[in-house]
T-cell receptor
């Protein structure tokens, strides 16, 4: 399996809802990432997990809570989001954090009402 | 942190002509420079990358050049085809070698 998968593909939620985004890879990669991409903008780094430990948190609001249950899975828990959080959320993985290709999943299109 | 500048923001070329997209970076410790292609509604796809110990890399119609002294790298696409139309992003990891910082993107339009 040479792909990064993400579920769900689309998610619509209210500002009081709690939801989770899921990401999975079976390439044996040890680094996983969450990026946020607004329309017509580049992806922006949110979190980096290296060997299942959070190594980077790019000053992301606490309403976004990442979790890495094991080396193949990455979750992003969402709570009390704002309409401006609507975006495409991309997961990526790489063999390690140093000088390695990052492969992206298809993304979850999130709409916050 | 790393700062990546990308130009132009839009590039329109005739089918069969060449296209060049340029990026500069700020962190001299950066040592890996990927290029991603993103079609509308799809994920970014890695199309070519270059490491700091190499000045140029080619893969069929695509090439990337790197000038570490000037801190800039460029994507060259020759014999452009309609399927090359997309948004192209350059990126760099910064000295911490963690997540990528992306340029703002270039919308490449191939005119028939």
């Amino acid at each position: 399996d040479t792909e990064v998968t993400q579920t769900p593909k689309h998610l619509v939620m209210g500002m009081t809802n709690k939801k989770s985004l899921k990401c999975e890879q079976h390439m044996g990669h040890r680094a996983m990432y969450w990026y946020k991409q607004k329309a017509k903008k580049p992806p922006e780094l949110m979190f980096v997990y290296s060997y299942e430990k959070l190594s980077i948190n790019e000053s992301v609001p606490s309403r976004f809570s990442p979790e890495c249950p094991n080396s193949s899975l990455l979750n992003l828990h969402l709570h009390a989001l704002q309409p401006e959080d609507s975006a495409l959320y991309l997961c990526a993985s790489s063999q390690g954090v140093f000088i390695n290709e990052q492969f992206f999943g298809p993304g979850t299109r999130l709409t916050v009402l | 942190g790393e700062n990546v500048e990308q130009h132009p923001s839009t590039l329109s070329v005739q089918e069969g002509d060449s296209a060049v997209i340029k990026c500069t970076y700020s962190d001299s410790a950066s040592n890996y420079f990927p290029w991603y292609k993103q079609e509308l509604g799809k994920r970014p796809q890695l199309i070519i990358d270059i490491r700091s110990n190499v000045g140029e890399k080619k893969d069929q119609r695509i090439a990337v050049t790197l000038n570490k002294t000037a801190k800039h790298f460029s994507l060259h696409i020759t014999e452009t085809q309609p399927e090359d139309s997309a948004v192209y992003f350059c990126a760099a990891p910064g000295g911490g070698a963690d997540g990528l910082t992306f340029g703002k993107g270039t919308h490449l339009i191939i005119q028939p």
